[in-house]
């Protein structure tokens, strides 16, 4: 069954408010085994309303409307349904009654424009209200189905819960579709551009678009799945896992051998690009291998002024493995506090220095550092956009690597703070 999600409201078109409403029906209706292959947004206008609805109702089965359901003059998606239906609208007493009754509970004298609440499409079914004053909307326009909901997210949550999901399920049941769920998990990496990680991926799509037994290409796929990149600026590069399976169970046992298979190909064309799942940041990958090691860290910070840090003790628990940071942005800093020989502080010696020199002064395990140049200018002979990375451990000599860093002067600052910590990531990895 295909829903599509029209959400209403000038101030969504303007940037003034985040449709969230779209995003949490979106990832519920996934849950259900639903799909939802658009999502609309149109102002308060009646004329455009049923353009949208129209629209939705040619290409899917059911639409769910948020939005518009208000007691106000522009609160017109009531007779934008109605239109769609070739319906009058008709005030029905009873709810009107609910709405006076809620008004009276709370001491307050409802203004009469309230009644327009009360207005429902000829041949509409009712979802009764229980935390808000408008009720909700089920609209058969043939053989499909409108859904009519507050566009309030806590209102439009509990009326998709405990009328909507159910309506839909029996809906599907009656069409003989049997339930299940669509379920996504995201594999995020640093290291790879998209066009790169297309290149690598490219054998293993292919063999999801056509299964086939192994082949030199690749192992075959462990079942029906599609992948997708997200470019995530400072985050890196996602991909994100899709399948659909008889329940949440099925989904994730599916969900980890894609994954496990996404992993391999990924290592074997570019080593340990993946750091985290889901929603676990760059920080949190540091923190499991430090956890996994039983190593202190501890930060020298020149360009990135402190952003490593920053995110590092985002991080619960952090104190337990983060010693601290120095950030010696004035080369004196660097040449005082943290023992870097006089010369350039944007160099390969320099980064060494500093990080031998954070694990020195804080007494940590591990020392990182970070030095270059955000720009706009260059520095030291070198252009904006170069960093060196330097990573101290015990029983080793000190080490820095080269990197280039595109963007202005903040992107360049927060590349190379997830850049530094992932050089550290994949050193102590390779060390557990």
Known sequence: MRIEIVAVGTELLLGQIADT???????????????????????DNQERIVLALRTALARSDGVIVCGGLGPTHDDITRDAIAEVM???????????????????????????????????????????????????????????????????????????????????????????????????????????????????????????????????????????????????????????ITVRAADPAAAATLLDDHERAVRSVLADAAGDVVFGVDDEAIEDAVARVLLASGLTLALAESLTGGLAASRLVNVAGASGWFRGAVVSYASEVKFDVLGVPGGPVVSDAAARSMAEGARRVLGADVGLSVTGVAGPDPQDGRPPGTVFVGLARPGRPAAAVELAVPGDRARVRQYATIAALDHLRRALAADV
């Not at 909507?164 to 809906?171: E, G, N, T």
């Open 21 to 43: 409403n779209s995003q949490w029906l979106g990832e519920h209706l996934a849950a259900l085994g639903v799909a939802s292959h658009f999502h609309q947004a149109v102002g």
């Open 86 to 240: 070739q319906v009058p609208l008709r005030r029905d007493d009873a709810v009107a009654a609910t709405i006076r009754s809620l008004f009276e509970s709370r001491g307050r004298r409802m203004p009469e424009s309230n009644l327009r609440q009360a207005e429902v499409p000829e041949g509409a079914g009712l979802i009764p209200q229980s935390t808000g004053t408008a009720p909700g909307l089920v609209c058969p326009v043939g053989h499909k189905v409108v859904y009519a909901v507050p566009g309030v997210p806590y209102e439009m949550t509990e009326m998709f819960d405990r009328a909507v999901a159910p309506d839909l399920l029996r809906r599907m049941a009656g069409r003989g579709e049997a339930s299940g769920v669509i379920a996504s998990r995201v594999l995020r990496t640093w290291g790879l551009s998209e066009s790169r990680l297309g290149e690598v991926l490219g054998p293993y799509i292919a063999l999801l678009d056509e299964p086939v037994p192994a082949t030199d290409a690749g192992p075959a796929p462990p079942g029906r799945a599609t992948l997708a990149f997200l470019a995530s600026g400072i985050e890196g590069m996602k991909v994100r």
